[in-house]
C-alpha cells in the first residue's frame, strides 16, 4: 500500500512540472516598490542629519570637523534596507536603488562618504520643526561619531550649563 502511495505522489510531482525559476541565468527585475540600497546624492544634501539620527540599525555616521565642514559616512554593515533615511530627507537627497544583489567581499564596496560644506537652509532657516522642550535638553552642539572606528558615540554637552544635576528621587514604600 505504501508503496503504490508513492507512485501517485510521484505522479503528482511529475504532472507539475518545473516550478523553480531558473535566477542566476534569467534575473527578474525588481518588483515596484522594492527598496534596495540608499544613494546619496551630495549635490542636493543640506547636512540636516536626520538621515542619521532616524536610522534604526544607526548605520549613517556624522562628524562636524568645524562649524562649516560635516561628514555624512553611511556604512551599509547592517542596514535593513527599511527606507526610513530616504522617507526623513526634506531634499529628496537620499533614494533606495533597485539592487538586490548586493554581497561583496570587501564592505567598502558598499559605502558612501558625503563631505559638505553646511549652510542654512535657503528656504526656511532650517531642517526640521522646532524641537519639544523634552527634546532639547537632549543634544546641544555638534554630532561626535567615530568615523575612524565607524561607531555611533553619544557625545553631547546639556542645555542645563550652570544647574547640577539631580539623581532620581527615592521612594521609600512602607
Not at 565642514?69 to 547592517?78: A, D, H, S
Not at 537627497?93 to 567581499?105: F, H
Not at 570587501?106 to 558625503?114: F, V
Not at 519639544?132 to 561607531?151: H, M, V
Amino acid at each position: 500500500m505504501s508503496f503504490i502511495s508513492k507512485i501517485r505522489e510521484t505522479l503528482i510531482c511529475l504532472k507539475a512540472g518545473r516550478v523553480t525559476l531558473p535566477y542566476p541565468y534569467q534575473p527578474r527585475p525588481a518588483p515596484e516598490k522594492f527598496r534596495g540600497r540608499p544613494i546619496f546624492d551630495a549635490s542636493k544634501c543640506i547636512g540636516c542629519a536626520g538621515c542619521a539620527n532616524n536610522c534604526p540599525a544607526r548605520e549613517i555616521l556624522v562628524l562636524d570637523i568645524c562649524q562649516e565642514i560635516r561628514i555624512l559616512k553611511y556604512l551599509g554593515r547592517r542596514c535593513t534596507y527599511c527606507g526610513r533615511c530616504a522617507d526623513v530627507c526634506p531634499e529628496n537627497a537620499i533614494t533606495m536603488s533597485k539592487d538586490y544583489e548586493t554581497a561583496t567581499n570587501n564592505i567598502a564596496d558598499i559605502q558612501q562618504k558625503l563631505e559638505l560644506f553646511m549652510s542654512t537652509c535657503q528656504r526656511c532657516g532650517r531642517c526640521f520643526k522646532e524641537p519639544s522642550p523634552l527634546e532639547q535638553l537632549k543634544l546641544k552642539g555638534y554630532r561626535f561619531d567615530d568615523l575612524a572606528n565607524e561607531r555611533w558615540i553619544f557625545k553631547s554637552k546639556s542645555y542645563l550649563d550652570n544647574f547640577k544635576v539631580s539623581d532620581d528621587i527615592h521612594i521609600e514604600l512602607d
